[in-house]
């Protein structure tokens, strides 16, 4: 079965700094996505950035990037410029290419910005 | 374009008492998804529709929960009797079948607290 694993609670960082946020993964499958979602306290999760497996080059949407290590099974995500907006809780989540599959959630990185 | 909907925002209710989610997913989006997410955890998939038809039931407490997806557009998730360990946010996500990026789109979430 496939796991996503975030081991880290909680983070701070102050603004303009960077911080990055740790993810790894189990599966035995080749064909896969992997994504980084964003809650806000009390509003509704939005999907931050995503990686295809099958794509070695990392994924970079503006502020955020990631480091994807595939034989490592690691998935880091990187925010630059740290923003007061960005305060949130961080969802690592894995899916199987396969249409409709469902996601599966690491328990999440609380992540506070202080100014 | 309009967001997945999802109503009520917040319900109390005391344990062995009935309750109902109603979701609205996004306009043409065939593939619906409902996860719970139990306070400090990710969130996890407990029914998932493709159209008006069960694609993974799987996690669901089938003797108290209980989903429906009518005419495969609007669903309402059902609890009966609730308890204690249901208190969580019921998340409704939606994705379009074809979408090669299957990326869900996310409703704000029912909180349930259960007394």
């Known amino acids: 079965a496939q796991t996503v694993t975030q081991s880290q609670p909680e983070m701070s960082v102050q603004e303009a700094e960077t911080v990055t946020l740790s993810c790894t993964y189990d599966?035995?499958?080749?064909?896969?996505?992997l994504f980084w979602y964003k809650q806000p306290p009390s509003r509704q999760m939005i999907l931050v950035i995503r990686q295809e497996a099958y794509k070695q080059q990392n994924a970079t949407e503006n502020r955020f990037s990631v480091n994807f290590q595939k034989a490592a099974k690691s998935f880091s995500l990187k925010i630059s410029d740290s923003q007061l907006g960005d305060a949130a809780m961080y969802f690592c989540?894995?899916?199987?290419?396969?249409?409709?599959?469902?996601?599966?959630f690491g328990k999440g990185t609380t992540l506070s910005v202080s100014s | 374009e309009a967001g997945v909907a999802q109503s009520p925002r917040y319900k109390i209710i005391e344990k062995r008492q009935s309750v109902a989610f109603w979701c609205n997913p996004i306009?043409?989006?065939?593939?619906l998804y409902w996860y719970q997410q139990i306070l400090g955890q990710g969130p996890k998939l407990l029914i998932q529709f493709q159209n008006n038809g069960v694609v993974d039931d799987s996690q669901l407490p089938k003797d108290r929960f209980s989903a429906e997806r009518l005419k495969g557009v609007d669903s309402t998730l059902k609890i009966q009797p609730a308890k204690l360990e249901d208190s969580a946010v019921y998340l409704c996500a939606s994705s379009r079948w074809t979408d090669f990026s299957y990326e869900q789109y996310f409703g704000p979430g029912t909180r349930l607290t259960v007394t």
């Open positions: 989540a894995y899916r199987f290419n396969q249409a409709g599959t469902a996601l599966i």
């Open positions: 306009s043409g989006h065939a593939t």
């Open positions: 599966t035995s499958e080749s064909d896969y996505y």
